[in-house]
């Protein structure tokens, strides 16, 4: 037989089953497969299966299934596994050799991933969102998109209108490290819908922008906090911008900055008529504002009806007087801050004793009370209060040297809830640690930073009793071994901070192994 790129075969149809061969209808000879580029094709297996065999029309012999690239075929499954595979690779690209661009293109479109699992991958990755725009464009958008904060400076005032342009999602807006002209600022920035804008703080020291807020305003109508700490503002400046922002809950205006020409009644006026055009008010910052007194606190407080937060602190004319106002016009305060006041001065409150004597309000809502540099505070000052906040967990009377035994036995019986407290630079010792572990078994932070009189007796009392300790300081604390650190670690296995005594020596394999198997940070 006359072959084209066929190799003869060996295999005659005598060595071949009766069941691999057919008769032809017009012919009575038998034939065996033909096989494109084979050297030699053997006797084939008798178990040949079916779909295997293909019958010509011409000829009544059924013969087996042509083999394509194969070198030779063996009586075995395992050379018919094989055809099958490279059949099935012919069959999924039959053109396309491997590494092709359809290929290419198929391993691409399986990698796509659409912007919202991009934007969770982004999200926590805490990557710097600069390095990330760079990867390609999508990245880029996804970026832009997921950018909400915004930090004004001098050097990128002059690409503030293509930052705007380009984040349109901002929450947020720093104007604080800007030193040049506020109100032509904030008039730029009116010509942008930032329609999710919720926080603005304006720059430090300035006097009051009131111009610039009031073409602000005009398009951003979402604004719920307003920062303008170390400004210059008078009853005029504030007056047009307080109908501007009424959905203000939190307002941050410590540390003002005044001319001693001005009367300060301007000052007062102008927070009071802020105060009184903002019903939402929940957190207050008047920090540092020396010209408050008892008068003036009483008469804002009837303004706040919402406040959660006050921070009173280094407004030293207040007294307890200004503690009482708030309790009561305010029913929904839990936050207090009067840090460094005259409280317990009954030349400055006019009647202090007369008025903690009368006072017999109960506010189960204040949650936190900070005491601390108060020099005048008095033993039945911390009892009155303890009494009518029985809720109380956190507590701070940090640098009270006045503190003794039995105050603190009483406060602690009023208040059973307390999680913080803070005893720094008092003098408070190991009497008073044994109290503090038997009544407030849930403590989670204990501040001792120089308290002289404390030992290791009374710091092993609080680590034995409360059990939920997680962070204690004894910083400065002279009177404790340097063994004290190890036993607290390995006796309370809920501590995670621990600032040791001043001079405590730890290596660093020591401190990795505390870190590590203990979960507890020692420094």
Not at 321 to 340: G, H, R, T, W
């Amino acid at each position: 037989m006359k072959r084209k790129r066929i190799c003869y075969l060996k295999s005659s149809s005598e060595n071949l089953p009766p069941s691999k061969l057919t008769k032809r209808t017009s012919c009575a000879h038998t034939l065996p497969m033909k096989t494109k580029r084979t050297f030699s094709l053997k006797s084939l297996p008798e178990n040949l299966p079916p779909s295997k065999l293909i019958t010509r029309t011409g000829c009544s012999h059924t013969l087996p299934m042509k083999a394509i690239r194969t070198c030779s075929l063996k009586s075995s499954p395992e050379n018919l596994a094989a055809a099958k595979r490279t059949e099935d690779r012919s069959t999924i690209c039959p053109s396309s050799p491997a590494g092709s661009p359809l290929k290419r293109k198929k391993r691409t479109s399986e990698s796509y991933l659409p912007d919202d699992c991009w934007e969770i991958i982004i999200k926590s990755s805490q990557i710097n969102f600069n390095s990330l725009s760079l990867v390609s464009k999508q990245i880029l958008s996804i970026t832009n998109r997921l950018r909400f904060s915004l930090s004004v400076t001098d050097a990128s005032r002059h690409y503030l209108p293509r930052l705007l342009k380009r984040f349109t999602n901002l929450t947020s807006l720093d104007l604080s490290r800007y030193n040049y002209l506020p109100n032509d600022l904030l008039c730029k920035i009116s010509n942008f819908p930032l329609k999710k804008l919720t926080s603005l703080k304006l720059p430090v020291p300035t006097p009051f922008p009131a111009d610039g807020l009031l073409a602000f305003c005009q398009t951003v109508t979402t604004l719920t906090s307003l920062t303008c700490s170390r400004a210059s503002f008078v009853h005029s400046q504030l007056l047009p911008v307080a109908h501007c922002f009424p959905l203000l809950k939190h307002l941050d205006l410590s540390r003002p900055w005044y001319n001693l020409s001005q009367p300060v009644e301007d000052h007062i006026n102008g927070i009071s008529s802020l105060l009184s055009n903002s019903p939402y008010i929940q957190h207050l910052d008047l920090s540092h504002t020396n010209f408050l007194n008892d008068q003036h606190v009483a008469e804002f407080s009837l303004f706040l009806a919402h406040l959660v937060s006050i921070n009173l602190t280094g407004c030293w004319k207040l007294t307890e007087s200004a503690l009482f106002s708030l309790v009561i016009n305010c029913p929904s305060l839990s936050d207090i801050k009067m840090e460094y006041t005259t409280i317990g001065n009954e030349s400055i409150g006019g009647g202090g004793r007369e008025d903690s004597n009368s006072f017999a309000v109960v506010s189960p809502k204040v949650k936190s009370l900070c005491l601390a540099r108060c020099q005048y505070l008095r033993d039945q000052n911390i009892i009155l209060f303890a009494s009518i906040f029985p809720n109380l967990e956190v507590l701070d009377l940090s640098y009270w040297k006045e503190v003794s035994e039995e105050t603190v036995s009483k406060v602690l019986r009023c208040c059973t809830k307390i999680k913080h407290l803070n005893l720094s630079y008092t003098n408070v010792d190991d009497k008073s640690l044994h109290i503090i572990s038997t009544s407030c078994c849930g403590l989670l932070q204990l501040l001792l930073e120089s308290c002289m009189n404390v030992t290791e007796n009374g710091v092993k009392h609080v680590v034995q009793n409360c059990k939920q300790l997680r962070e204690i300081n004894l910083r400065y604390i002279d009177q404790l071994n340097a063994n004290v650190v190890s036993s607290m670690v390995l006796s309370r296995p809920s501590l995670r901070k621990i600032i040791a005594p001043l001079g405590f020596s730890l290596s660093d394999r020591k401190r990795k192994v505390f870190l590590q198997r203990h979960g507890c940070l020692v420094c």
